[in-house]
């Protein structure tokens, strides 16, 4: 069974950094195509980046430059660096992972973005 983990969130001042982990496991983690998604409170839930299975990424236009999507197969684990972040990043973000017919979602981990 596919299991995805989010750790990383939390409080964090305009400005600032945080560094969000997805731990895979249950699969073979490489052949899978990653992603960073992310949900605002009353709002629906927007892509925020994504990795394939040979590191190509692609990023919401509107995170371009502040945010930087990777992972470390060797670790079955995707980052997602999200830096001078702002009070509208304040969202749920969640981890995805597709393969075949797979496509599956961690719980997520809570990002608040607030002084």
């Known amino acids: 069974q596919v299991q995805l983990v989010e750790s990383g969130g939390g409080l964090v001042q305009p400005g600032g950094s945080l560094r969000l982990s997805c731990a895979v496991s249950?699969?073979?983690?490489?052949?899978?195509?990653m992603g960073w998604y992310r949900q605002a409170p009353g709002k629906q839930r927007e892509v925020v980046a994504t990795?394939?299975?040979?590191?190509?990424?692609n990023y919401a236009d509107s995170l371009k430059g502040r945010f930087t999507i990777s992972r470390v197969n060797a670790k079955n684990t995707v980052y997602l660096q999200m830096n001078s972040l702002k009070p509208e990043d304040t969202a749920v973000y969640s981890c995805?992972?597709?393969?075949?017919?797979?496509?599956?979602w961690g719980k997520g981990t809570l990002v608040t973005v607030s002084s």
């Open positions: 995805n992972a597709r393969f075949g017919g797979m496509d599956v």
């Open positions: 249950g699969t073979a983690f490489s052949p899978y195509h």
């Open positions: 990795v394939d299975s040979f590191g190509i990424t």
